[in-house]
């Protein structure tokens, strides 16, 4: 798209992407990106950071150079911008002979305003060559947060990318992401050599997502409920095994659902394809393992599931953030038990990672645990994690249905005598079992019918005590037998707790399958009102039917927040038009007639 260089970001942002003003810190950040500046940017998904450094690579003469992990994301995210009328092309593996010579002449000639690519295409001699030549306006590094070691998604490929630094040391350096705790955002600052005064930091917090945490007590008969409220929206559900990705998606198939399976086990045809599907679709569930997600752009993911427990805080915070790209209400739900918690330990210590890098682990579990566990706000542990902070915020489970805490001392107490007294080699069911003075062969064989602790815990059922349990090993009194078969012991806080006895405030175990209410307390836009939503869907389908014609995701067409303002505004004219948010001049040209014409049927 040929912009006049007296062009301001501001007209860009509008006549480009169709929006009147920025939002948050996104002004600074263009402005001083715009001024020759580097910059670290971390911004929730969904925040708008792709503009932070597009309306920069637009304005700024040359071409901008933007390094992305996946071709997926780099494909919608080029798609996206030449439906807005933005000259942005890829360089990946997948161009065949004569599309590469195409595109490395666009690039010489400088008739690109975007190029994409992965950081192993970027670093080849061959790439670092050509660019050597070309006047580039910046360097973006999205999903920066792979560079750091110490991360959840750690890609040493992205690690050596300190080779653009001096090499292209005139040129404005910018480093994206919207996971990174403290010592993840010093050593990007400290390896990409950005200076601690041109970060910005804009949070953590996304409102518009509803967090809930619940025991596994049915995982497919909690996954069916949470799902109800999703017929013909689209979601993630996460799982551990590719087994059980494969099994689930089966299982929600039969249910009606339109669900697909996606883990690195899987061919890689297979998998694209159903990458694909998801992507195009608008009422597709994906299973997957967490090979799924990194740049996912998909902006009206409804919901994401975790039916096992994800690997840390930053794990489920970037997993979660896949819902409610476009700033819509959206929902999650996460189950876990003992058994997760005894399986991602046993992860942790038959690793062979060193042991500064096992501690790291135990204690971004702790952390996790933590979180799942809580009594008080889930939005307030989660951002606390990252060092941000909010208020109580009326959008979680716990906020919503504060849980109930009792004093759990003496059952804390008799769980570990009854640990101590069957030789601390037993796993929870059976230890349980012993609790309630159930009587089977296998405890009358080990003669635990006879020891003191045999029936002593009939105040509270199995479910309480299982939950018990799991708050106790969550807190490090009891120790979990990675190498052998799940046996509990007592841990060295369980035998200074045993020696103190000091107050134990334990959550009081949900019932069976609570129900959760409603989204509340969100700031994001509304919902479709009742007058309007017979249009909306009218516009849907417009939107798909444009979408399949040119083999594109509808959601670069119009988001379905643009969708949900047009049904609103109702617009008569191409003026009228102009005004609703999302709607640049491009699209104008190419889609206002058609989706005038939707709404011009329906008033």
Known sequence: ?????????????????????????????????????????????????SLCYQIPAIVRPGMGV?????????????????????RA?????????????????????GTLDLLYVAPETLLRPDVLELLD?????????????CLSQWGHDFRPSYRQLDAVVSRFAGTPRMALTATADEPTRAEILSHLAIDETDAFIAGFDRPNIRYAIEEKDNPRAQLKEFLKRYGGESGIVYCLSKRKTEETAAWLQGLGYDALAYHAGMDKAAREANQMR???????????????????????????????????????????????????????????????????????????????????????????????ETASCRRQVLLSYFGDHCEPCGNCDTCAEPPRLFDGAIAAQKALSCIYRTGE????AYVVDVLLGVENERISQFGHDRISTFGIGTEHDNRTWRAILRQMIALRLIDVDLTGHGGLSIAPAGREFLRDKPELMLRVAAPSRARRGKVAGSTAQPAVSDGDQDLFQALRRKRTEIARLQNVPPYVIFHDKTLIELAAARPASRAEMANVPGVGEAKLDRYGPAFLAVIAEHV
């Open 66 to 86: 933007v390094v992305s992990p996946l071709l997926a994301l780099m494909a919608d995210q080029v798609a996206a911008l030449r439906q807005a009328g933005v």
């Open 278 to 372: 998801f992507q195009h679709g608008e009422a597709v569930i994906m299973v997957a393992t967490v090979a799924f997600g990194m740049g996912i752009d998909k902006p009206d993911v409804r919901f994401v599931a975790h039916i096992d427990l994800p690997g840390s805080i930053e794990a489920y915070y970037q997993e979660t953030g896949r819902a409610g790209r476009d700033g819509l209400p959206s929902d999650t739900l996460m189950l876990y038990g003992y058994d997760d918690i005894a399986l991602r330990s046993r992860f942790i210590e038959e690793s062979e990672a060193p042991d500064q890098r096992k501690r790291m682990e135990r204690q971004k579990l702790d952390a996790l645990l933590g979180l799942a």
């Open 89 to 109: 092309a890829s360089l990946n593996s997948d161009l065949s002979f004569d599309d590469r010579r195409t595109l490395w002449h666009d690039i010489r000639t």
């Open 133 to 145: 030549g070309v006047k580039l306006s910046l360097i973006a590094i999205d999903e920066a947060h």
């Open 1 to 49: 798209m040929q912009l006049p260089m007296t062009a301001t970001a501001l007209e860009i942002l509008k006549t480009v992407f169709g929006y009147d003003a920025f939002r948050g810190p996104q002004a600074r950040i263009v402005e001083h990106v715009l001024a020759g500046n580097n910059a670290f940017v971390l911004m929730p998904t969904g925040g708008g950071k």
């Open 425 to 428: 080699r037993f796993g929870q």
